[in-house]
């Protein structure tokens, strides 16, 4: 007998336990993932919908830590110098935050905007400006926007912001003539384009496809010209959907399972909208900038964004909040400037 046979048995399983391989977990393929939510979302679909609310897409940047993601799950770090003071926080994957916001999508009440009314959006919001005589962005505190849309964008909606003069949002676009060098500028009008991810109305997003491959498919295509990162184009896009409109609650689910299918999504364990909401966030870095959308922790409904700095540039140090948004109200009502309830 050798030397291998004559060792303790316990001994020997746990050298080659340490020479194997770990076996493989076995879990269902992707595929089969995507049948088993929509079959979830399809099971939480109430008989009669009716309506739920978010806003347009945020970024946001956590300078103080570090950001990782294997196998589906984020681990977020404190720094070298504070790590021994701060225990790591692993959080769930953007893709579970996503498909729980899909499922309380699917399940919230439906969108009762008919063609001849407005969508009534009425947020929170914090942008950053440039001092005039240069110098790092400087945040403005946050304050009310109110935008009444056209719903099937056939009539003139209205934008009021606290501290500027009312904007009309006309659907027909502005243009400039000149019969002749000298001549006074003549002003005429054009018809807006075709509806589009990127010029939405009301009727266009409750036609929006909603399988999620195809959706994605499309919003890719619709935002191929803008060029830049084409990841952070269609991310940027959705959430501009998700805050600006007012869709169907199938095609806000298929929003959130389609960017649950853009590479370089991240969660971001705890994050504030612009009204001081707290919750968790998705996020995706571009261009020195993390666009960060946050849920609510318990409902999972969209809250709101913010925009910061990942790296130090001329608008500031890293860190530097640029926007913060926080969707307060969702409605249709019977004109521009009319207000809901």
């Known amino acids: 007998m050798n030397d291998i046979d004559s060792r303790p048995q316990d001994a020997l399983r746990a050298e080659l336990t340490e020479l194997l391989p770990p076996p493989a977990v076995p879990e269902f393929a992707p595929e089969r993932q995507r049948e088993l939510r929509r079959s979830l979302m399809a099971a939480a679909r109430p008989a009669r919908p009716a309506a739920w609310w978010t806003r347009k897409a945020v970024?946001?940047?956590v300078p103080a830590v570090v950001?990782?993601?294997a196998a589906g799950a984020v681990l977020v770090t404190a720094p070298p110098e504070s790590r021994e003071q701060r225990p790591a926080v692993r959080a769930e994957g953007a893709s579970a935050v996503l498909s729980r916001a899909a499922l309380a999508a699917a399940?919230?009440?439906?969108?009762?905007?008919?063609?001849?009314q407005f969508v009534y959006v009425e947020s929170l919001v914090s942008r950053a400006g440039r001092p005039a005589g240069g110098g790092p962005a400087v945040v403005a505190p946050a304050h009310r926007r109110q935008v009444w849309l056209s719903a099937d964008g056939s009539r003139t909606g209205l934008l009021r912001e606290a501290g500027s003069a009312d904007e009309e949002l006309s659907p027909r676009l502005p243009v400039y003539e000149l019969e002749g060098p000298g001549a006074e500028p003549r002003k005429t009008f054009m018809e807006a384009g075709e509806p589009s991810v990127t010029a939405p109305t009301h009727t266009f997003v409750a036609g929006l496809p909603t399988d999620p491959e195809a959706l994605l498919r499309l919003v890719r295509e619709q935002t191929r010209a803008d060029g830049g990162d084409a990841d952070q184009r269609a991310f940027t896009a959705i959430g501009t959907l998700l805050a600006e409109t007012w869709a169907p609650p199938e095609v806000t689910a298929a929003l959130f399972e389609a960017a649950a299918r853009i590479p370089g999504v991240v969660t971001v364990p705890s994050a504030r909208d612009a009204a001081g909401r707290e919750g968790v966030a998705v996020a995706r870095t571009s261009g020195g900038e993390r666009t960060q959308w946050v849920f609510d922790r318990s409902t999972s409904a969209f809250l709101g964004e913010r925009t910061v700095l990942v790296a130090a540039s001329d608008a500031g140090p890293a860190g530097t909040v640029l926007s913060e948004t926080a969707v307060l109200?969702?409605?249709?009502?019977a004109r521009a400037g009319q207000l809901p309830g």
């Open 329 to 333: 109200t969702k409605a249709a009502v």
């Open 67 to 69: 950001c990782g993601i």
């Open 107 to 116: 399940s919230a009440p439906a969108p009762d905007a008919r063609p001849d």
């Open 59 to 61: 970024r946001f940047a």
